[in-house]
């Protein structure tokens, strides 16, 4: 019987254990004034996360994009920084998870039946065009850095300080680099 627990425990762990965001490929191409990013992120709740979400607690999701010149000698300069918003809400009287951009009408948000589908959607960008202040030079070279967090200053104000205190609420990925493309 022992035997047997033991050999389920890393199965029931599992779960719990594969909850997080993570980055997963990054395509950044630049123009004179224009970045276009493509990419998908791995977005995996966990299940108090899930329930708050079933319970009609929206959250809200921020992509971090940070630009930057790369250079030789010093220290990398940094030319932009982007934080997009993204929200995930669950409608009780039609079942359907809704996914759009913070500021976003009902009508420019999308439906979805299932939670997974609606992570897919969330975690995806698609040509997503971000303008620059300045010109880039042609001859340098950029690097675009990225991650995904979970916002808990969106969350309503009852729920932050357990959002602060629980690993369950916790949901970032690690920073990642990647090359600019021209």
């Given at each position: 019987m022992c035997t047997l627990v033991t050999g389920m425990l890393p199965l029931l762990c599992a779960p719990a254990l594969a909850a997080g965001f993570a980055v997963g490929a990054i395509q950044p191409r630049a123009t004179e004034?224009?970045?276009?990013?493509?990419?998908?992120?791995?977005?995996?709740?966990?299940?108090?996360?899930?329930?708050?979400?079933?319970k009609g607690i929206p959250i809200q999701l921020v992509f971090d994009l940070r630009l930057y010149r790369q250079r030789p000698l010093i220290w990398d300069e940094r030319i932009k920084t982007w934080d997009l918003r993204r929200e995930l809400s669950y409608h009780a009287l039609s079942g359907q998870y809704l996914v759009g951009g913070v500021s976003a009408v009902p009508a420019d948000r999308e439906s979805f039946t299932s939670l997974n589908e609606a992570l897919t959607e969330l975690g995806t960008l698609d040509t997503v065009a971000l303008s620059i202040d300045q010109a880039l030079a042609a001859d340098a070279a950029y690097r675009l850095d990225v991650r995904v967090r979970l916002d808990i200053e969106a969350l309503p104000s009852l729920l932050r300080p357990v959002a602060y205190t629980s690993r369950d609420w916790n949901l970032n990925s690690e920073w990642t680099t990647w090359k600019v493309q021209r």
């Open positions: 004034r224009i970045l276009q990013v493509n990419g998908n992120f791995d977005l995996s709740l966990t299940p108090k996360v899930e329930e708050a979400i079933g």
